[in-house]
């Protein structure tokens, strides 16, 4: 099935995502594209694999994206060393532990750049103490390997042993970040390009000043790495595990600039122009912010038309789409107010067709 993955074709494989690009983008005025590629193997952070029970026999299945069938998943080469080797350490382990075997049905795998692991297990069944008592003595075989933590999830139920996170170490240029990433909720997968990603974004806003303003900030993942470059930042997340998260990093990090606030672009557009109060902003005086420069990292579906009205309004735009295509729906109406200073190709998902993409834009 991974007979696409082909790493010493890797550079020619991201050459025809940049041709795409310059194609798909050819009706705007662009710069050159800056590309960030990607380690050919081991890049990927998280995995999950369904479980397959035949007789005495469990191994792990994917399926197929176009022919919906699956196949069998011994070893797994776009994800980290770790994961491959807690991938077959944990069905050795569980093989003979019916407590741990029986009803598994799922396996998902969070890792980091700095050696850590969380194994999340998802069964069909109640999970009882003699699950727990299990899972703790897993967790210490598995200690062999990296240090890890292992979560249980059932129906209406979820069993931590000991921590639901891992700590990520990230470097930027000369400076190291440390961010919690919670298990089930969205991190950047490579994390080899994330740190190329907020690299570039730093070096973009250098000698900018000013405030920031970071839509979608997730855990802050581009906040903390940019907080350097600007007199104050200000975070909006709708998800209430990213701002806890978040307001963890920044501690972890020892910022003192950085503010986030739970609501939606959409909210925050409302709160800025006068037309709610929130009981969320209480402490806030949105009218002190200088609304110079704005970063967004919107999911698949891109900004909808309000958010493109507010981002509109700042002098400097700095964009990292997932979805190109909802991308350049978005350039064509902020091209109206501004121009595209930058633009970069990071290739989070190699041998795939999924592009992520960094845009600066400037107002005219």
């Known amino acids: 099935m991974f007979s696409h993955i082909h790493p010493d074709n890797y550079s020619q494989q991201l050459s025809a995502k940049n041709k ?3 194609e798909l983008f050819s009706c705007f005025d662009l710069p050159d594209a800056e590309i960030f590629p990607s380690e050919p193997l081991n890049y990927r952070l998280r995995a999950e694999f369904r ?3 035949q007789g005495d026999d469990l191994y792990y299945i994917m399926f197929n994206s176009e022919t919906k069938e699956k196949f069998r998943v011994n070893d797994f080469p776009v ?5 491959n080797q807690a991938m077959k350490a944990l069905l050795t382990l569980i093989k003979d532990k019916k407590e741990l075997r029986y009803k598994l049905f799922q ?3 969070l890792s980091t750049l700095s050696g850590e692991l969380l194994i999340s297990m998802l069964y069909h069944k109640p999970l009882e103490s003699n699950w727990e008592n299990s899972a703790k003595a897993l967790k210490e075989q598995l200690a062999d390997i990296a240090p890890v933590d292992v979560i249980g999830r059932a129906k209406k139920q979820k069993i931590i042993i000991d921590k639901d996170y891992v700590m990520e170490k990230l470097q930027v ?3 190291t970040f440390v961010y919690q990433q919670v ?3 969205f991190t950047q997968p490579n994390g080899g390009v994330n740190e190329k990603m907020l690299l570039w974004a730093q070096q973009s806003t250098i000698n900018t000043g000013g405030d920031l303003i970071e839509l979608y900030c997730g855990n802050g993942n581009f906040s903390i790495a940019l907080a350097q470059n600007f007199n104050r930042v200000l975070g909006t997340e709708i998800s209430k595990t990213s701002v806890r998260s978040a307001q963890i990093n920044i501690k972890a990090n020892n910022i003192d600039n950085i503010d986030i606030v739970r609501m939606s672009s959409e909210e925050f557009s409302q709160a800025m122009n006068g037309e709610r109060k929130f009981r969320r902003l209480e402490g806030f005086d949105l009218t002190t912010y200088h609304y110079d420069t704005v970063l967004v990292d919107p999911p698949r579906a891109g ?3 309000d958010s493109i009205e507010l981002v509109s309004r700042f002098n400097k735009i700095i964009y990292i789409s997932c979805n190109p295509n909802t991308l350049k729906d978005n350039l064509t109406e902020l091209t109206k107010t501004h121009v595209i200073e930058k633009f970069a190709l990071f290739d989070q998902f190699p041998y795939t067709d999924h592009i992520e993409t960094g845009v600066v834009l400037t107002r005219k």
């Not at 994800?79 to 994961?83: F, G, R």
């Open 20 to 22: 795409e690009m310059s």
């Open 51 to 53: 479980v397959w029970h």
């Open 107 to 109: 396996v998902d795998f």
């Open 183 to 185: 298990e089930n909720s």
């Open 303 to 305: 900004l909808d038309k």
């Open 173 to 175: 240029g000369s400076s």
């Open 79 to 83: 994800a980290s060393t770790l994961i």
